[in-house]
């Protein structure tokens, strides 16, 4: 049985992480999830290695920055604390964000939702058909929230 960390936020604006779930029932067979919400985004780390310790194979994480200087600091801080926790523990852990000023307000919920499916899309075949799952899509530009890029 595979089990998946889903570690959210209060300070997000939209529930990513139902969306995420939702996509992950359907296209891991078996799937067990563990859900833990904090504050905010630098809180997410240690969720994500409890979340480990007890016996999950990836985690996913969903994070909202806000504007300012500040906010883009503190999401730093969180993306350093888990490039660690993936490097210490060797498993995969798709960070979900979304920063309040990629777009106007009105666009934010539409991205938020989008880029949480896509990703759990993404996870979903890495856990299924393991590291060479997403090769046919490489150098496609694929792009989540926001409409794919496409090759050069
Ligand atoms: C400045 C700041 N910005 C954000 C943010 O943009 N997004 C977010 O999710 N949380 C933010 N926080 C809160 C911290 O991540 C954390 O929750 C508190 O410092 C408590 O540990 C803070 C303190």
Avoid at 53 to 62: N, V
Avoid at 68 to 89: E, F, G, P, W
Avoid at 90 to 99: E, P, Q, S
Avoid at 115 to 139: D, S
Wanted: some cysteine.
């Amino acid at each position: 049985m595979v089990c998946v960390a889903i570690v959210d936020t209060t300070f997000s604006r939209v529930d990513m992480a139902s969306e995420a779930i939702k996509v992950l029932r359907k296209k891991v067979p078996g799937l067990k999830v563990k859900r833990y919400t904090v504050p905010g985004i630098k809180d997410i780390a240690v969720a994500v290695k409890k979340l480990f310790d007890e016996g999950c194979d990836a985690a996913m994480t969903f994070g909202w920055v806000g504007p300012t200087q500040t906010d883009k600091y503190s999401y730093l801080a969180m993306s350093i604390a888990l490039q660690m926790v993936q490097i210490n523990y060797g498993r995969h852990v798709i960070d979900v964000t979304v920063h309040e000023d990629e777009a106007e307000p009105i666009k934010l919920k539409e991205i938020a939702l989008g880029r949480a499916r896509e990703h759990a899309e993404n996870l979903a075949v890495i856990l299924t058909k393991g590291p060479q799952g997403l090769t046919p899509l490489a150098g496609t530009g694929q792009r989540q929230g926001w409409p794919d890029v496409g090759p050069l």
